[in-house]
């Protein structure tokens, strides 16, 4: 059995999830494949990813695509594109109904394994779990200190804003993120999806 179809399987967090708010089983979402070009991290599916059974599935994914400039068919195209959370299953809410942290142990179980099979020429570090696992902790400033810096890490990784509305107000107080990120954001997925015997 592929990498894919084991993660496909996994219940180790069964016991977690059956006693958050929402009391959910797992259903790992997988999307990749060896020979992605970009490599998108993020953190863990929200109960919409986790209904559709798609990452990404849901208002936060338009709003990454349109910082990507790709289309649907682009973005869920596993041969150009990989989408590996830092945990494959929704892992529910809290009490007060806020998303619980992605369980450690998904990393632990399976990241090692599936960056083995990945050698992307770009990869995107949407929000702070994936820019602790992928660059380390961040020093004062979390994750608005990290974006701030993204010249230090372009133009193979980005490290992004989780594209949630709730991020709206962030956005309007750094304008330079639409203003100088974006659009070198935007160039380096068009470089990183192009053929190599492609024209420049």
């Known amino acids: 059995m592929d990498l894919s179809a084991r993660i496909s399987r996994c219940n180790l967090c069964a016991p977690r999830f059956a006693v958050t708010a929402t009391r959910h089983a797992p259903r790992p979402v997988v999307w990749f494949q060896p020979g ?8 863990a599916p929200g109960m919409r990813v986790h209904l559709a ?19 649907d068919a682009v973005f869920y195209d596993r041969a150009r594109i990989a989408i590996v959370p830092m945990a494959f299953c929704f892992p529910g809410y809290d009490a007060k109904g806020s998303d619980l942290p992605p369980p450690p142990i998904c990393a632990q179980t399976w990241r090692d394994q599936v960056m083995a099979q990945l050698q992307p020429r770009l990869t995107l570090l949407v929000g702070g779990h994936a820019q602790r696992w992928h660059l380390g902790k961040p020093g004062p400033g979390g994750v608005t200190a990290t974006v701030t810096g993204w010249r230090d890490h372009a133009p193979g990784i980005f490290p992004l804003p989780h594209p949630s509305w709730r991020n709206t107000g962030w956005l309007k107080r750094n304008p330079w993120f639409d203003a100088e990120l974006l659009p070198a954001l935007r160039h380096a997925v068009t ?3 192009k053929d190599e015997d492609d024209p420049a």
């Open 36 to 43: 992605a070009r970009v490599l998108i991290v993020g953190q």
């Open 191 to 193: 470089d990183a999806l």
């Open 53 to 71: 059974g798609r990452p990404f599935a849901d208002r936060s994914g338009d709003r990454l695509r349109d910082w990507m400039g790709v289309d």
